[in-house]
Structure formats: structure tokens, C-alpha cells
């Protein structure tokens, strides 16, 4: 281990003297490349403090701790952090030079990837309300190497150290290939609480500068580990079958798993084999079965998935024309003391292809319950078409998920058939018109609530129907509790008649069900009187008893007539539609044809997105692992900005959209707008980084109360730049949907730091500017502003978006953030999912009816790490799921958007 920075300086220097040489002396020299390592095993901070003047911020010390001491390990830099829970992003940026010389460069030619380790004390993070995030940065240009957001407990293992618990990350990060030459060897480590209360240490260490491969960490010795995974053998006296190319075939787990391996997916336990054979339910027919050991952990969305080979002993792909369906059957144990909802899907891989996307297991359907050498056992024969399977594939997927599922336990698959013979398509069901008889709708009257809190029954100040209407008061306190029987499994809409009756301004209200948040709405000010207010969002409801809660969530006082909750058939389905009257006037044709499609698939599709500026590596790595391009294509103004060009930089996302609008598909733009002037342009707040509020001192505030000022006339320069690209577009007949002064109420970029006042007045005076005065007419607008208070008016927005970067990997609907959306404004505007992380699973979005217009990842290494996939926010055989999902619309399912009538 490196015990001081002048033996490292010199092995660095030895081995740039060698690279000099000609490599037939030594041979290949990179293999003598060792790696810089700040492990303090010194003493020191090895230069770690500030990155700059002022930035440690919420970092309030830096020092060397033994608090991790173990055998081999003295040492570790401790930060004593202090997150103020207020704060949305409060950020704190810690600094170290390579080499130990300030200013200093250093040779990256031969190295590959920064490692390090990061540890959290357990118990005390796990009190704390929030979130942190992190950033590792190399500052030369700013090259972002990774980050990750929402930290909590469940980020990492949980680990005991000299008797104490930690959370630690262990993890590498790619240094890109266009970064691997002598730079300004500045390593940065950002950290920001998100809305998080934390105040205690967080440790780093070993941070390994390495000539190593990212995928490839170190041994780590931590100590006892409660998340330890085993090492499996699946094949080792497994007798491998091939099944006979059109006849049938059962993997019937006689006597062992026939070749069936773990796939992928984090739902298995750790302590314990994935999966194995079994004879918990053997009987006088059956020998054994598959067993899956799970362990749910109750999140949105975990799965486990298993397969098998296909191909015979040389290789040769199978002909799945030859089939017509799969069935299998699963056995779910104990089902009455299972909750949540578990689904099971199957697919081929070697290409992949879906067969059946997830669908919902009603394992608590008695009628599929069995005892089983003295156990309850919900038995469920799955029959999956192969209809749309007509390729010759090499690996067969069965796939088992549970979302909001607490369960660990065993989950039994068995007797998987493949069943040969001519395919037959499958039956379409015909919409009729609902029976009268059976068609279900209820009007529950507020004041026949069953309990609640902060609410009063009143008779006064308005007209009501029933004998009564509620009152809910107090500090988003008040609510109502009511019992209610759903005769059958389904979608529901649900009205509200709801008024804050002149009392107050403004107010809000949330529907709670089952204690989940399902939907909510913007409270009318209306004096004296209730008016209905349809939630779009359809809710799903299983047939049984529920507990729905009204909850009031904005505003001090409102009021509840009724409620009605009432089934979704096809003669009700013009109650969730939204408006195409686009607020630009005498809008272009292809605008209107845009925003026209857009209204017709809102709530019973998806459409696929993603960040890609310039020459579009990003959807082009889409391509490569799914074989679709996405439908909608987000694009930057940034380097249009007027301070940035004035710095040299050469815009050419115009030229790429109108490239994307001709090949078929749909172009959105943003815009990082560079300050008009103020930039700072001092390391770590550099011109470039001149959107965010930390890196310039231009006042929106002031610009804006004064209209004759130099700083106002700029803002007005910089939106005219951006027109005259916008007319380009225009020329071209390409519609744009416009997300320009994104996430303002965060406060990080500029345009959002001064408050919601400014920001609405910049706003109007955009919208005015494009429209009115340059007759920019090819604009759909979608406003990203992402809190009520920041709302310019239903007359300068045609689209809502939400920007949500939560945990990676978990396929979250997001669902209190399209309710939190549902809340700015009751106008029948449409909901789109603008930037995210980690891609919503469409089986559950289409479950729950949370009907985002579309979704688009961002760029850079939340999709690929250098030249390869980055699968950490989307693994890849989701993202290949995602995208062949019936649900989830891509380019090549497009109609031609010029096509469309404009009526």
C-alpha cells in the first residue's frame, strides 16, 4: 500500500519515461501501469479540502479517522456533513489533486476507471429524513465520471465494522476515452442532500485511480457483511436437455432443474440459493419442481428471471415458429399472508423478444387454492401465445415480479411446456356499451364519512347535495375516512365536487386507497357552490372491500360535496380526454397534426424518449440494445446561447432535429441558458457552467422590475438568438415541443433563484417574444417548472412535464408525482415524463393508470459509459423489454405526423 505522494509521483513519472521507449525493449509498458491510490494510510487528508474558494459549504470538516479501522486498514477521510432538510440541493464539493500538485497535470493515458469506497453509519442515517446524492468529477472541462441520487440506507451493503453498522458503495467509475490524455489532474467529489436532515460523517476511501476496466473492483474486506451473496452452480450433475425442434416439450423437474439458470434480477435472497430443485410438492404424479427463493422487498418493482438454453450442443438457434403457446404452472405458498401484486411474464433472448409482458397473478382467488402435503399453495396455469414468436431464438425467459411485495420466501415453477402446432392469433374482445345491470357507478356523500380528522359537517355558505358537505381545515391535516365494496376488478374514474367556497384562494386535495396515494386535484375557487372535478388518472381497484381517504394537501380550508366513483368502459372514456387547442395562435399545421396525435394516444400509450445532443450516440446505444429507436428525441439550445457562443461554442442540434423530424420522429428541445452576463468563470463555476445559479451573479429579479436595464435588453438578445434557430426548425415544417426554464423551483439554474415572481413574469415575456413578436408559431409548450406556485397560467401552457431522478433500477411509476402534477391546474392538460433516471415499467404504469405522454432518460452515463451501456439506472434486458412493449410506442410505430387530419 502507497504510504506517501512522492513514491506515487515517481512511480508515475518511471512509467511516462517508459511509454518514451520503444515497447520491443520491455514490451507492452501499460501492464507495468500501477494505480494512484489515496488510501491516508499517511495520516493526511493526501490534499483533500476544498476544490475551491468556499465550496465545501455543507461539508463543515475534512480529517483522517480511525473509525474504520480493520486489519490492513488504519485509515480513512472522514467528512462531517450537515444536510439542511430545507434545502432541496444542498451541495458541498470536496477536492484532491493527482500527483499531489496544485494545478498540476497528470498523464491519463493508460488509465481506465476511478474507484473508491464510501461508508455511511447505519442507524443514524436511517433516522434521517431525505436524501444525499454524488457526483466524481474530473475537472478538466468537467468531465463527469458517474453520480448517483436519493442515496438512502438501501443504497449499498450493510456492513459491521469494530461492532458498528455501515452502508457502504462501492464503486467504479469509466474515465472516457477522449479524456485519456495529460489533464489537470483535479478530483472532485460533489455531495448534496435532497431535502435531507442528515448531520454526521460520511467516510471515503481507497480511491483508486486505476488502469482496470470499471467493471472489474477490488477485493473488498469490510468485515461481516448481512447482504453476502453465495457463489451458485447451476449445471454441475444437471442432466442439460434440448427439446426436438416441432414437438412438444415438458421441463417437468423430475429429478433435477434441467438446465434452467438464474438469469437476472434482484428479487432472489442473497444468503441463500437463487433457485433449485425441489420436492416440497411431490406427490404420487409429480416428482419435483423448480424452486425459486425469493426475497421481495416491498418496492415498486423487482423480479426474478430464470432461463434455459434452447440451442442444442453446437449451437444451433431453435425455431420457435414451430410452437403455438407456453404454459406453465406456478405455485405461490401461504397466499393469504402474501400482500402486493406479483405478475409473471416470459420471453426468448438471442434476440430478445417478449412474449407475454407482465401480467398480474390473482393468487388470492380461492378457487386456485390447493393443499398440498399439508400447505395452501395458490396454483396458477399460465398459457402464454407465441403468436407473435416466429424467430429462431437461443435462451427461453420466465420471469416472476413483485411490486410493493414483502415476501421472502419459496416460489415454485413447473411442469414449462412448449406446445408445437399451428399458431392461432389471439381473440380480440369487442367493447360494448356497459349493461345497465351490471355497469358499476356510486355517489358517496362526504358527510357519510365512517372516522376522520380536522373536518366538520357543514349546512352553511353553499349549496349541497345529500344532507350536507365537509369541511377539512388545519395544516394538510383534514381528512375523511370512507368504507366502500368494488364488485369486480378494473379501472375507475373518480369525481370529486369540491370548492374552497371563497374561504381561501387556493387548495388541493389528495385521494388516498388502501393507504396509497392515488390521485388528487386542484380545489376550485368557487364562492357558494361545488363543481366536479374528473381525476384523469385512472385507478385501478381489485374487486373487494377498500378504504378510501380524502386528504387535503394545499390550502387552509376546503370543501367536499360528493364523491362518485364510477367503471371505465368505452362509453365513459371521453371523461379522461384532453384538449388539442394548442395556446399559440393560428398554430402551424404540423403543430397542430403533432398535438393532435399526441391527445389521441394520451392515457393508453407511451411514448419513448431520450437526451441526446449532437451527433446522438445516446439513441443510437438505444438502438444497439433494442433494435428501436425512441419515438421522441430531446435536443439543447445550449450552445445558441449568446454568452456561450460569445466563448466559441458552435450549436448544431438544429441540424441534427430537422435531420430526426425527416427520418420520422419527434423532436423536444430544452434550453440550458447561459446568464445573459454575470458568468463568474472561476474553477468549479467556469463559463460553461454558466446556467447554474452558483456560477454567475446575474439577478433575474432585478432585470425583470426593470425593463430600460442593460440586463433585461440581454434577456431579450438571448430569446431573439434562440428565435432565429426556432424559425430554422419553422422553415423546415418541423413542430417542436418546447421545455424552455426547466426545473425553476429548485433554485439551481438561474432563472429559478429569485423566486417564482420573476420567473413567471420571464416566462410571459418568452412566450410573448416568440409568439407575437417573431410569429414563432411551430411551438408546443411544455412547461417544466415543477411546483403549483410557479405556474405562468393555463394560456401559456400546452403540456406539464416533471423532471424525477429517484433510485436506480426500480421502474417506479412515479405515481405522487403525476398526482403532484394533477395538482397545478384542473385545464385538461396532458402530463409528460421529461427527464428521468431509471425508465417507469410500463405493465405497471399501464396497470395503474398513470398515463405519462412520454418518457425520456438523459444523456451521457445515464445511458452509456464510454463506448459501452451503462446499465445502472436501466439493466439492460429491462430497457429491451421496455421498448418491445405494446404499451411503449418507438419511432417505427409512429404515423406519419404530416399525414394527420388537422380536425
Given at each position: 500500500?502507497?504510504?506517501?505522494?512522492?513514491?506515487?509521483?515517481?512511480?508515475?513519472?518511471?512509467?511516462?519515461?517508459?511509454?518514451?521507449?520503444?515497447?520491443?525493449?520491455?514490451?507492452?509498458?501499460?501492464?507495468?501501469?500501477?494505480?494512484?491510490?489515496?488510501?491516508?494510510?499517511?495520516?493526511?487528508?493526501?490534499?483533500?479540502?476544498?476544490?475551491?474558494?468556499?465550496?465545501?459549504?455543507?461539508?463543515?470538516?475534512?480529517?483522517?479517522?480511525?473509525?474504520?479501522?480493520?486489519?490492513?486498514?488504519?485509515?480513512?477521510?472522514?467528512?462531517?456533513?450537515?444536510?439542511?432538510?430545507?434545502?432541496?440541493?444542498?451541495?458541498?464539493?470536496?477536492?484532491?489533486?493527482?500527483?499531489?500538485?496544485?494545478?498540476?497535470?497528470?498523464?491519463?493515458?493508460?488509465?481506465?476507471?476511478?474507484?473508491?469506497?464510501?461508508?455511511?453509519?447505519?442507524?443514524?442515517?436511517?433516522?434521517?429524513?431525505?436524501?444525499?446524492?454524488?457526483?466524481?468529477?474530473?475537472?478538466?472541462?468537467?468531465?463527469?465520471?458517474?453520480?448517483?441520487?436519493?442515496?438512502?440506507?438501501?443504497?449499498?451493503?450493510?456492513?459491521?465494522?469494530?461492532?458498528?453498522?455501515?452502508?457502504?458503495?462501492?464503486?467504479?467509475?469509466?474515465?472516457?476515452?477522449?479524456?485519456?490524455?495529460?489533464?489537470?489532474?483535479?478530483?472532485?467529489?460533489?455531495?448534496?442532500?435532497?431535502?435531507?436532515?442528515?448531520?454526521?460523517?460520511?467516510?471515503?476511501?481507497?480511491?483508486?485511480?486505476?488502469?482496470?476496466?470499471?467493471?472489474?473492483?477490488?477485493?473488498?474486506?469490510?468485515?461481516?457483511?448481512?447482504?453476502?451473496?453465495?457463489?451458485?452452480?447451476?449445471?454441475?450433475?444437471?442432466?442439460?436437455?434440448?427439446?426436438?425442434?416441432?414437438?412438444?416439450?415438458?421441463?417437468?423437474?423430475?429429478?433435477?432443474?434441467?438446465?434452467?439458470?438464474?438469469?437476472?434480477?434482484?428479487?432472489?435472497?442473497?444468503?441463500?440459493?437463487?433457485?433449485?430443485?425441489?420436492?416440497?410438492?411431490?406427490?404420487?404424479?409429480?416428482?419435483?419442481?423448480?424452486?425459486?427463493?425469493?426475497?421481495?422487498?416491498?418496492?415498486?418493482?423487482?423480479?426474478?428471471?430464470?432461463?434455459?438454453?434452447?440451442?442444442?450442443?453446437?449451437?444451433?438457434?431453435?425455431?420457435?415458429?414451430?410452437?403455438?403457446?407456453?404454459?406453465?404452472?406456478?405455485?405461490?405458498?401461504?397466499?393469504?399472508?402474501?400482500?402486493?401484486?406479483?405478475?409473471?411474464?416470459?420471453?426468448?433472448?438471442?434476440?430478445?423478444?417478449?412474449?407475454?409482458?407482465?401480467?398480474?397473478?390473482?393468487?388470492?382467488?380461492?378457487?386456485?387454492?390447493?393443499?398440498?402435503?399439508?400447505?395452501?399453495?395458490?396454483?396458477?396455469?399460465?398459457?402464454?401465445?407465441?403468436?407473435?414468436?416466429?424467430?429462431?431464438?437461443?435462451?427461453?425467459?420466465?420471469?416472476?415480479?413483485?411490486?410493493?411485495?414483502?415476501?421472502?420466501?419459496?416460489?415454485?415453477?413447473?411442469?414449462?411446456?412448449?406446445?408445437?402446432?399451428?399458431?392461432?392469433?389471439?381473440?380480440?374482445?369487442?367493447?360494448?356499451?356497459?349493461?345497465?345491470?351490471?355497469?358499476?357507478?356510486?355517489?358517496?356523500?362526504?358527510?357519510?364519512?365512517?372516522?376522520?380528522?380536522?373536518?366538520?359537517?357543514?349546512?352553511?355558505?353553499?349549496?349541497?347535495?345529500?344532507?350536507?358537505?365537509?369541511?377539512?381545515?388545519?395544516?394538510?391535516?383534514?381528512?375523511?375516512?370512507?368504507?366502500?365494496?368494488?364488485?369486480?376488478?378494473?379501472?375507475?374514474?373518480?369525481?370529486?365536487?369540491?370548492?374552497?367556497?371563497?374561504?381561501?384562494?387556493?387548495?388541493?386535495?389528495?385521494?388516498?386507497?388502501?393507504?396509497?396515494?392515488?390521485?388528487?386535484?386542484?380545489?376550485?375557487?368557487?364562492?357558494?357552490?361545488?363543481?366536479?372535478?374528473?381525476?384523469?388518472?385512472?385507478?385501478?381497484?381489485?374487486?373487494?372491500?377498500?378504504?378510501?381517504?380524502?386528504?387535503?394537501?394545499?390550502?387552509?380550508?376546503?370543501?367536499?360535496?360528493?364523491?362518485?366513483?364510477?367503471?371505465?368502459v368505452a362509453a365513459n372514456k371521453s371523461k379522461l380526454s384532453v384538449s388539442s387547442k394548442l395556446v399559440t395562435p393560428n398554430p402551424h399545421p404540423n403543430a397542430q397534426r403533432l398535438i393532435n396525435y399526441l391527445s389521441s394516444i394520451y392515457g393508453e400509450k407511451i411514448l419513448s424518449g431520450q437526451q441526446s445532443s449532437g451527433e446522438g450516440k445516446e439513441v443510437q446505444m438505444i438502438f444497439d440494445v433494442t433494435k428501436r429507436y425512441p419515438a421522441v428525441r430531446s435536443f439543447d439550445f445550449m450552445d445558441y446561447s449568446p454568452s456561450r457562443v460569445q466563448h466559441g461554442t458552435r450549436g448544431t442540434d438544429v441540424d441534427e432535429a430537422i435531420k430526426w423530424w425527416k427520418s420520422g420522429g419527434i423532436v423536444a428541445f430544452c434550453w440550458h441558458w447561459n446568464a445573459p452576463t454575470g458568468l463568474i468563470d472561476q474553477p468549479g463555476k467556469e463559463w460553461w457552467r454558466g446556467f447554474y445559479t452558483e456560477a454567475t451573479t446575474f439577478d433575474l429579479k432585478k432585470a425583470m422590475d426593470n425593463p430600460n436595464s442593460e440586463e433585461y435588453k440581454l434577456i431579450l438578445r438571448d430569446i431573439d438568438a434562440i428565435a432565429e434557430q426556432l424559425k430554422k426548425l419553422q422553415a423546415e415544417g418541423?413542430?417542436?415541443?418546447?421545455?424552455?426554464?426547466?426545473?425553476?423551483?429548485?433554485?439551481?439554474?438561474?432563472?429559478?433563484?429569485?423566486?417564482?415572481?420573476?420567473?413567471?413574469?420571464?416566462?410571459?415575456?418568452?412566450?410573448?417574444?416568440?409568439?407575437?413578436?417573431?410569429?414563432?408559431?411551430?411551438?408546443?409548450?411544455?412547461?417544466?417548472?415543477?411546483?403549483?406556485?410557479?405556474?405562468?397560467?393555463?394560456?401559456?401552457?400546452?403540456?406539464?412535464?416533471?423532471?424525477?431522478?429517484?433510485?436506480?433500477?426500480?421502474?417506479?411509476?412515479?405515481?405522487?408525482?403525476?398526482?403532484?402534477?394533477?395538482?397545478?391546474?384542473?385545464?385538461?392538460?396532458?402530463?409528460?415524463?421529461?427527464?428521468?433516471?431509471?425508465?417507469?415499467?410500463?405493465?405497471?404504469?399501464?396497470?395503474?393508470?398513470?398515463?405519462?405522454?412520454?418518457?425520456?432518460?438523459?444523456?451521457?452515463?445515464?445511458?452509456?459509459?464510454?463506448?459501452?451501456?451503462?446499465?445502472?439506472?436501466?439493466?439492460?434486458?429491462?430497457?429491451?423489454?421496455?421498448?418491445?412493449?405494446?404499451?411503449?410506442?418507438?419511432?417505427?410505430?409512429?404515423?406519419?405526423?404530416?399525414?394527420?387530419?388537422?380536425?
Amino acid at each position: 500500500m502507497r504510504k506517501g505522494l512522492k513514491i506515487t509521483s515517481l512511480i508515475v513519472s518511471l512509467v511516462f519515461l517508459l511509454g518514451l521507449l520503444p515497447t520491443g525493449i520491455f514490451g507492452a509498458v501499460e501492464t507495468s501501469v500501477q494505480s494512484y491510490v489515496f488510501d491516508f494510510e499517511d495520516g493526511t487528508t493526501m490534499t483533500f479540502g476544498e476544490a475551491w474558494g468556499d465550496s465545501l459549504k455543507c461539508i463543515k470538516k475534512v480529517s483522517v479517522s480511525t473509525d474504520l479501522q480493520r486489519p490492513g486498514n488504519k485509515y480513512a477521510l472522514r467528512l462531517d456533513v450537515e444536510f439542511n432538510e430545507n434545502n432541496g440541493w444542498d451541495q458541498g464539493d470536496l477536492g484532491a489533486w493527482i500527483g499531489g500538485v496544485v494545478e498540476g497535470q497528470f498523464d491519463f493515458t493508460n488509465y481506465k476507471s476511478v474507484e473508491f469506497e464510501m461508508f455511511v453509519p447505519y442507524d443514524e442515517f436511517a433516522k434521517a429524513k431525505g436524501g444525499f446524492a454524488y457526483k466524481v468529477v474530473l475537472n478538466d472541462g468537467w468531465k463527469e465520471l458517474g453520480s448517483e441520487f436519493s442515496i438512502t440506507v438501501n443504497a449499498g451493503k450493510k456492513v459491521k465494522i469494530n461492532g458498528k453498522d455501515y452502508m457502504v458503495i462501492h464503486k467504479a467509475f469509466a474515465i472516457p476515452d477522449d479524456f485519456r490524455t495529460k489533464k489537470r489532474a483535479q478530483l472532485v467529489f460533489q455531495f448534496a442532500g435532497q431535502n435531507c436532515n442528515y448531520k454526521g460523517p460520511i467516510y471515503l476511501d481507497n480511491i483508486r485511480v486505476r488502469p482496470e476496466d470499471a467493471s472489474n473492483l477490488s477485493k473488498e474486506d469490510y468485515g461481516s457483511s448481512e447482504e453476502e451473496e453465495i457463489s451458485e452452480d447451476f449445471f454441475t450433475g444437471v442432466t442439460l436437455v434440448y427439446p426436438q425442434e416441432g414437438k412438444n416439450f415438458v421441463y417437468n423437474f423430475e429429478k433435477d432443474t434441467m438446465g434452467f439458470y438464474k438469469y437476472s434480477g434482484d428479487g432472489f435472497a442473497k444468503k441463500t440459493k437463487s433457485m433449485e430443485f425441489s420436492q416440497d410438492l411431490k406427490t404420487s404424479t409429480n416428482a419435483g419442481s423448480l424452486k425459486l427463493n425469493a426475497n421481495f422487498q416491498g418496492t415498486a418493482f423487482e423480479e426474478m428471471n430464470i432461463a434455459v438454453k434452447l440451442t442444442d450442443k453446437e449451437g444451433k438457434l431453435f425455431d420457435l415458429g414451430k410452437y403455438s403457446a407456453l404454459e406453465y404452472t406456478i405455485y405461490i405458498p401461504n397466499p393469504d399472508k402474501v400482500a402486493g401484486k406479483i405478475m409473471s411474464a416470459s420471453a426468448v433472448d438471442s434476440p430478445w423478444k417478449i412474449i407475454k409482458d407482465f401480467t398480474l397473478l390473482n393468487y388470492k382467488d380461492k378457487t386456485t387454492w390447493k393443499e398440498i402435503n399439508g400447505k395452501t399453495y395458490a396454483v396458477i396455469k399460465c398459457k402464454d401465445n407465441l403468436y407473435n414468436v416466429k424467430e429462431k431464438a437461443g435462451v427461453l425467459v420466465l420471469r416472476i415480479a413483485g411490486s410493493y411485495v414483502k415476501y421472502t420466501g419459496p416460489i415454485y415453477i413447473d411442469n414449462v411446456t412448449l406446445i408445437a402446432g399451428k399458431k392461432v392469433a389471439p381473440k380480440v374482445e369487442r367493447i360494448s356499451l356497459p349493461n345497465p345491470k351490471t355497469y358499476y357507478k356510486v355517489k358517496i356523500e362526504a358527510e357519510s364519512a365512517s372516522d376522520g380528522w380536522a373536518y366538520s359537517v357543514e349546512k352553511e355558505n353553499a349549496k349541497f347535495s345529500g344532507k350536507g358537505y365537509v369541511l377539512l381545515f388545519g395544516n394538510n391535516m383534514g381528512n375523511t375516512l370512507y368504507n366502500i365494496k368494488v364488485p369486480k376488478t378494473g379501472h375507475y374514474i373518480f369525481t370529486l365536487a369540491i370548492s374552497t367556497l371563497g374561504l381561501v384562494k387556493d387548495g388541493s386535495i389528495d385521494i388516498w386507497i388502501d393507504g396509497d396515494l392515488k390521485g388528487g386535484a386542484k380545489v376550485p375557487n368557487v364562492k357558494g357552490k361545488f363543481q366536479e372535478v374528473v381525476v384523469r388518472k385512472k385507478i385501478y381497484l381489485t374487486a373487494g372491500e377498500h378504504t378510501i381517504s380524502l386528504q387535503k394537501s394545499g390550502g387552509y380550508t376546503i370543501a367536499v360535496d360528493y364523491f362518485v366513483i364510477e367503471e371505465l368502459v368505452a362509453a365513459n372514456k371521453s371523461k379522461l380526454s384532453v384538449s388539442s387547442k394548442l395556446v399559440t395562435p393560428n398554430p402551424h399545421p404540423n403543430a397542430q397534426r403533432l398535438i393532435n396525435y399526441l391527445s389521441s394516444i394520451y392515457g393508453e400509450k407511451i411514448l419513448s424518449g431520450q437526451q441526446s445532443s449532437g451527433e446522438g450516440k445516446e439513441v443510437q446505444m438505444i438502438f444497439d440494445v433494442t433494435k428501436r429507436y425512441p419515438a421522441v428525441r430531446s435536443f439543447d439550445f445550449m450552445d445558441y446561447s449568446p454568452s456561450r457562443v460569445q466563448h466559441g461554442t458552435r450549436g448544431t442540434d438544429v441540424d441534427e432535429a430537422i435531420k430526426w423530424w425527416k427520418s420520422g420522429g419527434i423532436v423536444a428541445f430544452c434550453w440550458h441558458w447561459n446568464a445573459p452576463t454575470g458568468l463568474i468563470d472561476q474553477p468549479g463555476k467556469e463559463w460553461w457552467r454558466g446556467f447554474y445559479t452558483e456560477a454567475t451573479t446575474f439577478d433575474l429579479k432585478k432585470a425583470m422590475d426593470n425593463p430600460n436595464s442593460e440586463e433585461y435588453k440581454l434577456i431579450l438578445r438571448d430569446i431573439d438568438a434562440i428565435a432565429e434557430q426556432l424559425k430554422k426548425l419553422q422553415a423546415e415544417g418541423v413542430p417542436v415541443l418546447f421545455r424552455p426554464l426547466h426545473e425553476a423551483s429548485g433554485g439551481w439554474f438561474w432563472w429559478g433563484a429569485k423566486g417564482p415572481e420573476p420567473y413567471i413574469k420571464l416566462w410571459k415575456l418568452m412566450f410573448d417574444r416568440l409568439v407575437n413578436y417573431h410569429k414563432i408559431n411551430n411551438l408546443i409548450w411544455v412547461w417544466n417548472g415543477q411546483d403549483a406556485a410557479w405556474y405562468p397560467g393555463d394560456q401559456y401552457v400546452d403540456i406539464i412535464a416533471e423532471d424525477i431522478y429517484e433510485e436506480k433500477a426500480q421502474y417506479s411509476p412515479y405515481t405522487e408525482r403525476f398526482v403532484k402534477a394533477l395538482k397545478y391546474t384542473n385545464a385538461n392538460k396532458m402530463i409528460a415524463l421529461s427527464e428521468c433516471g431509471t425508465i417507469p415499467d410500463p405493465a405497471v404504469l399501464k396497470q395503474e393508470g398513470v398515463s405519462w405522454l412520454w418518457f425520456s432518460v438523459w444523456a451521457g452515463s445515464y445511458v452509456m459509459t464510454g463506448s459501452k451501456y451503462n446499465d445502472e439506472w436501466n439493466d439492460n434486458h429491462m430497457l429491451r423489454k421496455i421498448y418491445n412493449n405494446d404499451y411503449v410506442i418507438t419511432k417505427d410505430e409512429l404515423p406519419d405526423i404530416k399525414s394527420i387530419p388537422l380536425k
